[in-house]
Each structure stands twice: as C-alpha cells, then as structure tokens.
C-alpha cells in the first residue's frame, strides 16, 4: 500500500518528513492516518541520529487544505467528531513533544487543520510564492480549529490577531504571515526545503516577535484580555444576529485556553468543535463547499469542452461594463477593450479599474508596476477598429432591446463568425435579444451583479438556440474572471432577479401596510440577509426595480405587479442612493453619518403614517415563503437545473443567508408541507400572490424533499 508518510533522512542529521496523500489532487487530515504518522513519530522517537526534522508536502502546490470536510460530514454523533478532535490533538501533542527542531516548510494553501499541523510544529517557514496562503477558514464551514489551533494560534500571533483570523477566515499572504509572526522566515520557493533544514539544525529556538505597547497592555494582564474578548463578544453578536454559533464559540475556547492553560483549553476545544460538527448551521455550510467543488469542475454543457478566449470587448463604459472589464483584466488577465458611444464612457471605465487596483497599492497587496501591466491589458475605443480578432464581446449598455439588436448586429459585422455575443441584461429574455441575430447560437445571457468585482455570482443564460460550445466557453470565461457561474434557462428575471422580485414586492407592501422601513430592514437582517429589502432597493436603484416589474408582470404573471403607490417614488425622483435621494437619508460629500437615518418624508410622498405591528418573525417569513415559493417554481419551469443551482444562485446573487444552505436546503429544513400550509394561510389573508406552486404541493403531498437525508 502507498504511505502517506515518507520519511528520509539526510546525512547531516536532518529527516524530511513529505506528506502526500495517495491519488488526491490536495493533502487533507483524516483519521485513517493516525496509526501511520503515529509509527513514524515513534521511529523518529527512537532513531538518535536525527537531530532534526521538516515536514514537508508531496504534493507541487500546496501544502493541506486542512482535515478532510467529507470525514467531518460522515460524523453522526457529536462524540465522533470530538473523538476525531481528540485523537488529532493526541499526534499533534507528540510532534511538537519532540526533543528535536521540527520546521513546517509550507508552499501552497496551507488551510485550517494544515496550518494547525504547522502551528504544532517549532518553526516555520514558507515560500513567497503566490499560491501561499495561510488561514483557518472553519468559520466559514460554521466549524472552529479543532486540531489545537485556538490554543496554539494565540499564544503564537496574539489574541486580537487571532482571533480576527479565526472569526473571519481569512487567508494571509506570506509577508503578511511573517509580519504577525505566523511564520518565521520566508523565502523562494527554489529554497525553502534547504532553509527549513537550516532552520532545524540551528535548534529549536525562534526569534519571538516583539509585542507592541498597545498588546502588552491588553493581552498581558487578565483586565486587558477581558476587554479583547467582550469586545469580540458584542461584534460576533452584532454580525451574526445569533445564526451562526461557532464565532461565539471561538472566543468561549481562545478564554478559556488562555485562563486556565492549552491542554484544558484543547478540552474545551474538541467539545465545542463537536457540538459544531453536528449543528445545522454548519451541515448547511459545508453543503455549498461540496456544491461549489462540485460546480467548479462543470463545463455548463456536458461533454462539450470551451474555447481559449484571447481577447474580450465590453460595450458599455458604466458601472457593469467598468467592473466586467476591469474583472476581466484582473482575475482573468484576458485583454480586454472597452466601447463606448463617448470619452466620458471610456473614462469611467478606465478610473473605476484603476481605482480598484489602486486600493491594492494603497494596501500593499499590490506593487504600482504589477497595477500598471493589469491595466496595460485595457484598451478602449469609440469605433469598432481592430476588433476583428475579439473571441468574446459583453454587452452591458440600457435595457433597450432595440438597441441590443443594434449591437448584435455591429458585432456580427465587424467581428468574426465565431464571435461569442454575451449580454448583460437583467431582464430581456435573451431569445429577443437573438432575434436580431444572423447567428444565434453565439448569442448569450451573462447577468452579473453589482458591483462587479464584489459579487460571486453570475447567471449564464441560454436561450433555445444557443450552442453548447458557447455556453461552454462562456462558462470558462466567467470562471476566469473569479465567478461562479450558473446555468440558467431564458426568462424574464431569470433566476436570481425573479426570485428576488417577488421577496421585494412583499416587503413593500408589508411597507405599505404600515410598517417601518427600519422594522422591515431589521426583520430580515435578523432572518439572515446581508442587508434589508429596503436598504437594497435603494443599493439596487428604486428606478431599476420599477422598470423591471412590468416586464416580469407582462412575462410571469399578476403576482410580479409592483404595489401602485411605488409610482408615487418614481414621481418624486426617489432612485436611492445613486441619486441620495431614497428611503434612507444620504449625507452628500465626505462626511458620511454613522448611523444610517430613515428619510421620513418619503412615509409622506407614499401617504403612509408607519407604526409597527407586524413580529418580526412575521415580516420575515411573509417575504422570505414568496422567494421560496418561486424557487421552486424556477425548478419546475426548469429555468434552474436543479436544487444545488437555486441554492448557489440565491447565496451568491442574494445572500440570502448561508446558514440556511439555500432555498431549497431551507425548504428540506421546514418540510414541503409546512411551507404549503403556511403559503395556504397567506392565500387566504393576502390574495392568490401566495399560491403554492404544484411542485410543492406535489411534494408536501408525498413527503418528499430536494436533498437526500
Ligand atoms: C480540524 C480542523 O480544524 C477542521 C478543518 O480543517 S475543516 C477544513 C478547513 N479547510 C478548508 O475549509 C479549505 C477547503 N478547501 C478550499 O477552500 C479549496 O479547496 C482550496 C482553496 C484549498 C483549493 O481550491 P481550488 O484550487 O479551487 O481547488 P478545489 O477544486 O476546491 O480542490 C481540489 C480538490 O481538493 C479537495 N479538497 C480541498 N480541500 C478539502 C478539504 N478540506 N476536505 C476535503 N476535500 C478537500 C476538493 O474537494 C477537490 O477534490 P477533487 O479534486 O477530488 O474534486
């Protein structure tokens, strides 16, 4: 059988250690290992002539992705998974135990239960290459570090510092690394292994980073720490609305570890890992790690595989084309020109993505000469010259549908047959946008959200006549770009814009009712939403969403009819934000107002005197059955190809909260049936906008569900 473990030795006493995990593309932790590492500890115990050993990975770019999640998922109980904490804690103990240096030479991710096999180690040190990063991104998986890493992290890099990785997940580079003291040296990858050896045949002593005044103070007396940890305390609250339980959780074990001593802090540690192994909340999460692998892998057209995209050209210098092209250069480093009808367009472009490049400087994430070759990659023109050669072209101009099929047929003239068409439009069902195509099956949907560089998802839209090549290559395109794409069937709205329609509408009217547009916004906050219906519409544009519902009420039907009195914002120029003028109030210059403060007039322009008297439980869920209801819907029309999809598109489009693994995940959670009696008792209350679809009365009817148990 192949080892996982191989140990050299080397003749100045130093032993290499290489993990490579048999047939895996990446390292990961599983408990099946422990007899194998626990033979080579025991042999390293008992071999005098090592005076030293590297840990090093097998595999070309990275180090370990931490403990394998499909073994955290097959846990049944709680004592499973404490039993796997322990027993992790169990060999990580015995390796740091070791009389001998041990140096964790890390190139390449080096994630969660990877970076606490590291921190267990006495020195580190990593490469300076790109693909090095390091991080516990448990949080993320609704888990905690279980192999040690709340009790080793900050004994390592401080409290406050860990516990801003540990609550945020977040992946640090290597010179950032060093600079917290992460990692001890770092060097090119060409030698890294040779330094970790003189590492450890210099002894087991490290260099301590040196404490600022502001840590001594805080994290060296028990008054200090107490104010680090209530204040993490009251900022998870805050976040989280008390959905997510393991940040709280976090700092309950780095408490305790650091009042009471590691090795009881290890015990605190493996039971509240457990308990989070277990928990709803964290099987949801890791269901969209398994869906995201699972989609990255994904062409949108089975077998068919994409073409290699050169050059791309966006049309349309506003806020999408800006942040399409400037995605487009950046993540993809795809050369890109953008078009506009005039200077002004092509300058927006251009500021809106050097700006973005330029916050990287500003950070040091960036060097100025590396944000200069990204943007050298952009060029921008007023006329179609030298364009011929462009593989793929997004339009992202007015939703005017005679002006799309002016553009379908510049394109199709001055550039070549095979020339991918791909539009932007939020609403135009993409087969109109075809009509006006001599080649159809080059024409596609591309919807992205805003703003572009921020948000995960975009919609590939297919309309009947679409090739698969260039679903395919449109695919890999988006891809390139850093998204996740979903394949969507042709629609008005789509997927993503349908599904929210219907959640705003019913939040408007809940407005309309009487209540307030905090209590609207807390309500969903609360429910789980990055941001409430109110504060979205004004994100989005009240004037988008007003010109969006009649299409969606001509193409879907009555239930997508925004409320009437929407026209009285219209009427007063209420756009939102884009305008500072919305239902919240918008200090204009600088100085921007802590709290955001509900511009009261607008209760006046909609005739309404606000007072509250809808639960909150009951705003949320009145908003929330109807994006549900139409998700299922979307899958019944097959506009979605299946549950997985609906669940990606609306955490990445929406966010609608994570911790629920989407609509339908959620709707597995509360049962068909009950989200059907429910939906039955607004029918009843409110109006047929409410109507089950038969979907899930099919399903209420047999007990069924989208995921298997
Ligand atoms: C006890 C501990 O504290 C608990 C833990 O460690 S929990 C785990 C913490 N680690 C993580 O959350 C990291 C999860 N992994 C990732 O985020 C990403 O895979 C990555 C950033 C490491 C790499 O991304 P990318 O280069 O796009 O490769 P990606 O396709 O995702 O992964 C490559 C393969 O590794 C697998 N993989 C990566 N990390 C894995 C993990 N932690 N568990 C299981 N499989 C994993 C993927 O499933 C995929 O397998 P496949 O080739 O058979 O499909």
């Known amino acids: 059988m192949t080892k996982t473990f191989n140990l050299t030795r080397r003749e100045d006493g130093i032993a290499i250690l290489t993990m490579d995990v048999p047939g895996e593309t990446m390292n990961t932790l599983r408990a099946e290992f422990a007899p194998e590492i626990n033979d080579v500890l025991t042999e390293i115990k008992s071999d005098s002539q090592i005076k030293g050993l ?114 945020t997940g977040k992946q640090v580079r290597p010179k950032q690394a060093l600079k917290m003291g992460l990692v001890d040296d770092v060097v090119p990858e060409s030698i890294l292994l040779e330094t970790a050896v003189k590492m450890a045949l210099k002894g087991k002593k490290r260099v301590k980073k040196q404490k600022t005044m502001m840590e001594r103070v805080l994290e060296g007396t028990s008054i200090g720490r107490n104010i680090i940890f209530d204040q993490a305390g009251k900022q998870v609250a805050k976040k989280t609305q008390g959905n997510y339980p393991a940040p709280a959780k ?90 506009d009808i005039n200077e002004k367009g092509l300058s927006n472009a251009l500021s809106y993505a050097y700006n973005l490049l330029d916050k990287g400087v500003k950070r040091r994430h960036m060097t100025p000469a590396a944000r200069d070759n990204i943007m050298s990659l952009m060029t921008t023109s007023t006329d179609f010259t030298g364009v011929k050669n462009i593989d793929i072209v997004v339009e992202a101009v007015f939703e005017d549908l005679a002006l799309k099929h002016q553009m379908v047929q510049d394109i199709e003239r001055e550039c070549s047959e095979s020339t991918i068409f791909a539009s932007n439009t939020s609403s135009l069902p993409i087969s109109q946008i075809a009509e006006a195509a ?87 906050v609360k429910f789980g939403f990055p941001v409430g219906p109110m504060t979205l519409l004004d994100e989005v544009g009240i004037d988008v969403g007003a010109k969006i519902s009649p299409i969606l009420e001509a193409e879907l039907g009555s239930r997508f009819k925004a409320p009437a009195a929407f026209d009285a914002l219209m009427a007063d120029d209420r756009k939102g934000r884009k305008n500072q003028k919305g239902f919240y109030v918008y200090s204009k210059g600088k100085a921007k107002k802590k709290k955001k403060e509900v511009d009261e007039s607008v209760y006046q322009v909609l005739g309404l005197v606000p007072g509250t008297n809808a639960s909150i439980d009951e705003v949320s869920q009145r908003c929330v059955v109807q994006m549900l209801n139409e998700a299922v819907r979307c899958l019944e029309e097959n506009i979605i190809a299946s549950p997985r999809d609906g669940d990606i598109g609306a955490i990445f489009g929406i966010g609608f909260p994570p911790f629920l693994g989407g609509p339908f995940r959620y709707i597995d959670t509360l049962g068909a049936g009950k989200l059907v009696s429910i939906l039955n008792d607004y029918r009843t209350q409110f109006g047929d906008r409410f109507e089950p679809c038969q979907m899930l009365v099919d399903m209420a009817e047999n007990k069924s569900r989208f995921f298997e148990l």
């Open 438 to 524: 001599s080649r159809p099956e080059n024409v596609i949907g591309l919807h992205y959200f805003s703003p572009v560089e921020k948000m995960p998802l975009v919609e590939v839209i297919a309309h009947a006549k679409t090739s698969p090549e260039t679903i395919a290559t449109t695919v890999a395109f988006a891809r390139k770009q850093g998204k996740t794409p979903i394949v969507v069937q042709d629609g008005a709205g789509f997927y993503v814009n349908r599904i929210l329609a219907l959640y705003m509408n019913e939040a408007a009217a809940l407005l309309l009712e009487g209540q307030s547009i905090e209590h609207l916004d807390k309500a969903l």
């Open 54 to 167: 590297v840990l090093v990975s097998g595999k070309k770019d990275s180090f370990v992705a931490g403990a394998d999640i499909s073994m955290l998922d097959a846990c049944r109980t709680a004592k499973d998974a404490k039993i796997l904490s322990s027993d992790g804690h169990v060999v990580f103990n015995e390796l740091e135990g070791l009389n001998i240096p041990v140096v964790a030479a890390i190139h390449g991710v080096c994630l969660g239960g990877g970076l606490e096999l590291a921190l267990a180690c006495h020195q580190r040190v990593c490469s300076d290459n790109k693909k090095t990063v390091m991080g516990l991104p448990e949080v993320q998986l609704g888990l905690l570090p279980g192999g040690g890493g709340t009790q080793r992290l900050p004994r390592l890099v401080g409290i406050a510092k860990s516990l801003d990785l540990m609550l």
């Open 250 to 339: 976090i700092i309950h074990c780095v408490r305790q570890g650091m009042a009471k001593g590691l090795t009881k802090g290890l015990v605190v540690e493996a039971q509240s890992f457990s308990e989070l192994v277990v928990s709803e909340e964290s099987k949801a999460l890791r269901s969209l790690f398994f869906a995201t692998t699972e989609m990255k892998k994904e062409t949108g057209a089975g077998d068919v595989q994409p073409r290699e995209i050169k050059k791309a050209m966006v049309l349309g210098g506003g806020l999408m084309g800006g942040g399409i092209a400037s995605v487009t250069t950046s993540k993809a480093k795809i050369p890109v020109r953008v078009k």
